[in-house]
């Protein structure tokens, strides 16, 4: 058995550099103990779990995100989600992560396409979410929807509830590890589970994931995406290749399925037959 002590050490050594110290402890830890049962030392150890926590987090952080002046340009701003100030707001603020930056030319399109035959949305979760729930002004929300996001960093969903509080949303963020557990939260099955640009990342540290959230995420729909260039901007093949895939991950599964595309991502919705 691995001592819990130097495990522990190799978490806080993990996180001592400054991109990873918002990260979910528990994930850290359990990337640790993965590391450590394939025999590696202690450095390699530190150096295999940062590089997986770079491909399911930082990767898509090209620099920190500016919290400080985001919590004081929200202090300033009314209280009311659909205030007019309030997009421009939160569109300047999801230009901070790639993956929501990447969708701001086609937001609006983005949700009133794929949500359209849902009708109100009374009970959400958005999972490994980014700054995404930032784009709660688009989504046809019923009053008093019940909200949930969840990421790997606690600056983030720090942020996210203070936003949800500011704007009197029933909304509550907090840190998972889809990796290794799904959040429990007490809507079950919610209305909506967004998982969009996850799968590959996640991949990159479990080759089994995807299948495992399509057959067991307790939702009564699903937005579930993938990106059609890399970060780097190329996309040769990328949306027939995640097509292909994403049609194995769901093959057997009691899904209907029905195709978007949109100019920088394929997204699938998800209803149960």
Request: glycine content about 6%; charged content about 20%; hydrophobic content about 40%.
């Amino acid at each position: 058995m691995t001592d819990p002590a130097a495990v522990q050490s190799l978490v806080e050594a993990v996180r001592n550099a400054p991109k990873y110290t918002a990260m979910d402890a528990g994930l850290v830890q359990a990337l640790v103990e993965q590391e450590l049962g394939k025999g590696r030392g202690v450095k390699e150890t530190i150096k295999a779990v940062r590089n997986k926590l770079h491909q399911v987090g930082s990767a898509y952080q090209e620099k920190p995100i500016g919290y400080a002046q985001l919590y004081r340009r929200l202090a300033a701003l009314p209280r009311d989600l659909h205030s007019p100030e309030i997009k421009p707001f939160c569109l300047e603020a999801m230009r901070e992560h790639t993956s929501t930056r990447e969708r701001l030319g086609f937001l609006e399109e983005f949700y009133s396409q794929t949500l359209a035959s849902l009708g109100p949305i009374h009970s959400l979760i958005d999972l490994a979410c980014g700054l995404n729930p930032l784009a709660l002004p688009w989504l046809p929300l019923a009053p008093n929807a019940q909200l949930f996001a969840c990421d790997i960093y606690t600056d983030m969903t720090g942020f996210l509830n203070a936003f949800y509080a500011h704007t009197g949303v029933n909304g509550r963020a907090f840190t998972c590890d889809l990796i290794h557990n799904l959040p429990d939260i007490p809507v079950k099955p919610v209305q909506l589970a967004l998982l969009l640009k996850t799968i590959p990342c996640l991949e990159q540290v479990d080759k089994s994931i995807g299948r495992r959230l399509l057959s067991s995420i307790k939702a009564e729909n699903m937005l579930v995406s993938f990106p059609v260039h890399s970060l780097g901007g190329r996309g040769k093949g990328m949306r027939t290749n995640y097509d292909q895939h994403f049609q194995e991950l769901v093959s057997g599964l009691p899904w209907q399925v029905t195709r978007f595309d949109f100019p920088g991502e394929l997204v699938y919705r998800l209803s149960r037959e």
